[in-house]
C-alpha cells in the first residue's frame, strides 16, 4: 500500500502563487509516474494538471497550466510538488496527487493507483 498526504492549499489572491507538496510513504519502490490532477466543483471529474516520471523525471503539463505550474520531485524524501504562479480563479479546486505504479499514461486518472486526500485552493478575484 501508498498513501499520499498534500499540504500547501490555501487562499490566495489572483496573480499569486502557491506550491502544494505531497509526500509518499509504504510501497513506493515501484513508483512509475506522479501526478496532480483537480476537480473544480464537486461531482465533476478530475482533470489531469500536471505528471513527472519518476525515475526519468521527464514532464507533462495540461494546457490551462503550462507555462505557470511546475511539478518537480525530489527522489530521497518520496515527494512530488506543484509550484502555482500567476494563478488565476479558474484554478480555485480542490487538488489531488496521485501515483501510478505501472506505464500506462499520464493523462487519465484511471491510470493512477493510490490517491491523496486532497488539498483546497482558492483564489480570489
Known amino acids: 500500500q501508498v498513501q499520499l498526504v498534500e499540504s500547501g492549499g490555501g487562499l490566495v489572491q489572483a496573480g499569486g502563487s502557491l506550491r502544494l507538496s505531497c509526500a509518499a510513504s509504504?510501497?513506493?519502490?515501484?513508483?512509475?509516474?506522479m501526478g496532480w490532477f483537480r476537480r473544480q466543483a464537486p461531482g465533476k471529474e478530475r482533470e489531469f494538471v500536471a505528471?513527472?516520471?519518476?525515475?526519468?523525471?521527464?514532464?507533462y503539463y495540461a494546457g490551462s497550466v503550462k507555462g505557470r505550474f511546475t511539478i518537480s520531485r525530489d527522489n530521497a524524501k518520496n515527494t512530488v510538488s506543484l509550484q502555482m504562479n500567476s494563478l488565476k480563479p479558474e484554478d480555485t479546486a480542490v487538488y489531488f496527487c496521485?501515483?501510478?505504479?505501472?506505464?500506462?499514461?499520464?493523462?487519465?486518472?484511471?491510470?493512477?493507483?493510490?490517491w491523496g486526500q486532497g488539498t483546497q485552493v482558492t483564489v480570489s478575484s
Open positions: 505528471a513527472i516520471v519518476w525515475s526519468g523525471g521527464s514532464t
Open positions: 509504504g510501497r513506493t519502490f515501484s513508483t512509475y509516474v
Open positions: 496521485a501515483l501510478a505504479r505501472y506505464s500506462s499514461g499520464y493523462y487519465s486518472p484511471t491510470q493512477y493507483d493510490y
